[in-house]
């Protein structure tokens, strides 16, 4: 089975531990998706980034090389178009959050590291970094044409002036339900806790645009492999386990003889199924069933998730892929800002795939996607 092409991720700081426990973390044999370097002095680092490319750079700011303003100042000049994460301990944020002014794409505590926060860290280093550079080849454009003034890029300004916020606010949400800045009692637990739940929530949304965004502008070439989508199905089915269970909706699904295979974006296709099951387990009465079926056909892999929900009049399925449509108050189609298919279909199509809808009354609505083998 092929593998996706690994991120490649430089670590410039002199804790071998802490090399250690990233690589533990990101560096998985089996599936390949990270491949981790690790520098011990910034001078060592920047001769590496000479000789190699590297998508990735974290930064120690705890180490002797990150103490020194010059020395940082250095090593910032020397990486002005690559990705950089720093990492710092609590009682440092405040130069981590220097550290991101100046350009640095992200920073993570050292007492808040681990596998999930690390790979969204890097996630996003890679889309800030591929929305940066956006924004300067079309500033570069705009400056060749001779325009008088650039026009305001809305994505480029949510990416930079709102996601960092709310980032910051779940952080000091973290640790103050942690107990790290002091005692609460559960009055001031229950209130934090909301508060966090709604941050998450916008956190959400923004990514969906900026995911969106990507998917828009960049047009980057995917990083294709082979997906069992019986196996990529039952995982997705697992995540929206606890939806379902509340719900009291059951989910079945329906696989064709031998491994259904495709060519594929892994984490793109989870996102379009997880979303798509999602959306059937909101919409769908309780105590219902949601059908999935898995179809080979003889040059592509189709799937349908069937829910027995209200149905969608013809005219409103014509705008269900539109950007920011949700559907007429009171007939709500889609979740939180009205993204969500309109980037199922955008993925399927950087796949070569087709995304389809039917909706009848009595029998509910059904998703189809075909996405090629």
């Not at 000049?77 to 350009?103: F, H, S, W, Y």
């Not at 007939?331 to 279909?345: D, P, V």
Request: net charge neutral.
């Amino acid at each position: 089975m092929a593998t996706v092409e690994p991120v490649t991720v430089l670590l410039i700081g002199d804790n071998r531990t802490d090399y250690v426990t990233i690589r533990h973390l990101l560096v998985d044999e089996t599936r390949g998706e990270y491949q981790v370097t690790w520098s011990r002095t910034l001078s060592d680092g920047l001769n590496l980034l000479k000789t190699n490319t590297y998508q990735v750079l974290l930064f120690d700011l705890t180490t002797s090389l990150g103490q020194s303003q010059r020395a940082f100042s250095e090593f910032w000049n020397e990486l002005v178009t690559q990705p950089v994460i720093v990492i710092c301990p609590p009682e440092n944020e405040g130069a981590a959050i220097d550290a991101v002014k100046r350009g640095a794409q992200d920073y993570l505590l050292h007492s808040h590291i681990d596998r999930e926060r690390l790979h969204r860290a890097i996630n996003l280093a890679l889309v800030r970094s591929a929305l940066s550079n956006e924004q300067k080849k079309k500033a570069g454009l705009e400056k060749t044409m001779g325009l008088s003034r650039l026009k305001e890029d809305f994505m480029g300004l949510l990416a930079n002036e709102v996601w960092l916020p709310l980032l910051g606010g779940r952080l000091v949400l973290e640790h103050l339900l942690e107990g790290s800045l002091g005692d609460l009692n559960e009055q001031q637990k229950v209130a934090l806790s909301q508060l966090k739940k709604g941050n998450e929530e916008s956190l959400a949304v923004t990514q969906e645009l900026l995911d969106v965004y990507t998917y828009d502008q960049t047009r980057q070439q995917l990083a294709k492999s082979d997906i069992d989508m019986k196996e990529m199905i039952e995982n997705c089915i697992k995540e929206t386990a606890q939806m379902a269970k509340f719900r009291g909706i059951n989910v079945v699904a329906d696989y064709p003889q031998g491994a259904p295979m495709i060519k594929g974006d892994p984490s793109g296709i989870r996102r379009v199924f997880i979303i798509l099951l999602d959306n059937a387990i909101k919409f769908s009465p309780n105590r219902q069933t949601v059908d999935v079926n898995v179809a080979q056909l003889p040059d592509a892999v189709q799937v349908s998730i069937n829910d027995r929900g209200r149905d969608i009049a013809p005219e409103d399925q014509k705008r269900l892929f539109m950007r920011f449509w949700e559907g007429e108050s009171g007939r709500k189609f889609s979740n939180k800002s009205g993204m969500h298919f309109y980037l199922c279909q955008r993925i399927i199509d950087s796949h070569g795939g087709k995304m389809e809808v039917t909706s009848k009354p009595q029998t509910g609505t059904t998703f189809i996607v075909t996405l090629p083998k």
